[in-house]
């Protein structure tokens, strides 16, 4: 994790054009965009840059230069949340939840046509028993009675069999409901998730850092947040395969998660970061938390869940940072990112 450096003022470059190019060529642009910005050429950052040389993408070029515009920096944030928005989680498809907010709208439809149907059946059988009660007060010969019996039984008959078929069709319809609201339901806990360790993803995060930051400015309340990185996970991967080096990164998420859980939220950030979020603890208290999270996640001695082979240990490191009066998002991330830099520089398996 390399540290926030601040940028100096450059010009902002033309935007690239959708084009097919060397992807040497386009390397070559991406890591000169990343210098003429100084971004560090991290795999997320780079990846941001390479795409935007390619120009395949209009959203990511326009929100650029947004960022780049009158000389402005992107910072490491910035970079990430682009990947994580537009590259990692652009659209492949229909959007789950829209589709399934579209189809609850049209059984909801369905649902109004059934009752207006019902409504006008009642009311053509009210109409229908005030006839034959008319009838019946002009009859007057037993066949005229009985001619008056047979038309409302078969009226009574013909309700019956229309309201029978609104009911079947009012009982398929609220069971689709109740399925696709559990589809949404599903689609949207898969939206907030990372499959690879089950716990909240980078998109939640988002959505809970701003929340949390809003909630401890109205509050005056503390809040911290802290940036796990695992240490020397490359090597991990080199030595033992990106298999076990999921397991690992399930291992460490998971842990974290069971000791903050009555305290607040993890999320897989992205590669081996985790990001947390403490809600009304100090920045004190959070470092003690995440000091017996540390010796604990070094202290476990580990085995391949296949086969029991030992893989040995592996340890953790923090970077702290607490919300400070006119703070934001951004800048309580960069603080954070600039103490998990100390952490690694000190020796690694450290909390600053």
């Known amino acids: 994790m390399s540290n926030q450096v601040t940028a100096k003022k450059a010009a902002a470059p033309s935007r690239p054009s959708p084009r097919p190019s060397d992807p040497y060529t386009l390397a070559a642009e991406a890591?000169?965009?990343?210098?003429?910005?100084?971004?560090?050429?991290?795999?997320?950052?780079?990846?941001?840059?390479y795409t935007y040389a390619a120009g395949s993408s209009l959203v990511l070029n326009e929100r650029i230069e947004a960022l780049i515009a009158d000389g402005a920096k992107p910072s490491v944030y910035d970079m990430t949340a682009l990947n994580?928005?537009?590259?990692?989680?652009?659209?492949?498809?229909?959007?789950?939840?829209?589709?399934?907010?579209?189809?609850?709208?049209?059984?909801?439809?369905?649902v109004q046509s059934f009752i207006r149907s019902y409504l006008q059946t009642t009311e053509r059988y009210e109409g229908a028993i005030d006839s034959t009660t008319k009838s019946l007060s002009k009859a007057s010969t037993a066949d005229e009675v009985e001619m008056v019996i047979a038309l409302m039984i078969r009226e009574n008959q013909r309700i019956r069999a229309q309201t029978q078929q609104l009911s079947a069709s009012l009982r398929e319809t609220q069971e689709e409901i109740v399925r696709l609201q559990d589809k949404l339901t599903q689609s949207r806990k898969a939206e907030m998730q990372d499959p690879m360790t089950g716990l909240n993803n980078r998109r939640y995060f988002q959505h809970a850092i701003a929340s949390a930051v809003v909630h401890a400015?109205?509050?005056?309340?503390?809040?911290?947040?802290?940036?796990?990185?695992?240490?020397?996970?490359?090597?991990?991967?080199?030595?033992?395969?990106?298999?076990?080096?999921?397991?690992?990164?399930?291992?460490?998420?998971?842990?974290?998660?069971?000791?903050?859980?009555?305290?607040?939220?993890?999320?897989?950030?992205?590669?081996?970061?985790?990001?947390?979020i403490l809600p009304d603890i100090t920045t004190e208290t959070a470092r003690a938390l995440l000091e017996d999270i540390k010796d604990?996640?070094?202290?476990?001695?580990?085995?391949?869940?296949?086969?029991?082979?030992?893989?040995?240990?592996v340890t953790v490191s923090f970077g702290v940072s607490g919300?400070?009066?006119?703070?934001?998002?951004?800048?309580?991330?960069?603080?954070?990112?600039?103490?998990?830099?100390?952490?690694?520089?000190?020796?690694?398996?450290k909390v600053r």
């Open 31 to 49: 890591l000169e965009y990343a210098r003429q910005h100084e971004t560090p050429p991290e795999p997320e950052t780079f990846k941001v840059w």
């Open 217 to 276: 400015q109205a509050n005056d309340a503390p809040l911290s947040f802290a940036i796990a990185d695992i240490d020397h996970f490359k090597q991990v991967n080199d030595r033992f395969g990106h298999q076990i080096g999921d397991e690992i990164l399930k291992f460490v998420g998971t842990y974290i998660a069971s000791k903050i859980k009555d305290h607040g939220t993890v999320s897989r950030y992205g590669g081996e970061e985790f990001a947390i």
């Open 84 to 110: 994580g928005e537009i590259i990692e989680g652009g659209p492949a498809g229909p959007d789950p939840e829209i589709e399934a907010n579209e189809n609850l709208q049209r059984e909801m439809d369905e």
């Open 323 to 349: 919300l400070i009066e006119d703070d934001n998002i951004e800048t309580l991330f960069e603080r954070a990112d600039k103490q998990l830099y100390e952490a690694k520089s000190a020796g690694r398996n």
């Open 296 to 313: 604990g996640i070094a202290g476990a001695r580990l085995v391949t869940s296949k086969t029991n082979k030992p893989i040995g240990s």
